[in-house]
């Protein structure tokens, strides 16, 4: 990997970038919502993990829009 890192230094810093960011990812939904899934079914469990995700996404955006003072515009209903 050292060779490899020598030589192709901008494709390799590309993937470690991308690892990086799913790395800080995972670490801020454990961080929030903690470490285990309690669901038993399989499919549960995928739920649980999806919602997790969406939520820290969710959550991100919304301290965003309170840290920049950001006005939302939501679309007017027909």
């Given at each position: 990997?050292f060779h490899y890192?020598s030589?192709?230094?901008?494709?390799?810093?590309r993937?470690?970038?991308?690892?990086?960011?799913?790395?800080?990812?995972f670490?801020m939904?454990k961080?929030?919502?903690?470490?285990?899934?309690?669901?038993?079914?399989?499919?549960?469990?995928?739920n649980?993990?999806?919602?997790?995700g969406?939520?820290?996404?969710?959550?991100?955006?919304?301290?965003s829009?309170?840290?920049?003072e950001?006005?939302?515009?939501?679309?007017?209903a027909?």
């Amino acid at each position: 990997m050292f060779h490899y890192y020598s030589y192709n230094k901008d494709e390799f810093m590309r993937h470690y970038h991308k690892r990086s960011n799913v790395e800080t990812a995972f670490s801020m939904i454990k961080a929030k919502f903690g470490e285990k899934v309690r669901s038993k079914n399989p499919i549960a469990q995928m739920n649980e993990v999806l919602c997790k995700g969406t939520l820290s996404q969710s959550s991100c955006l919304i301290q965003s829009m309170y840290e920049l003072e950001i006005q939302p515009e939501f679309w007017e209903a027909k």
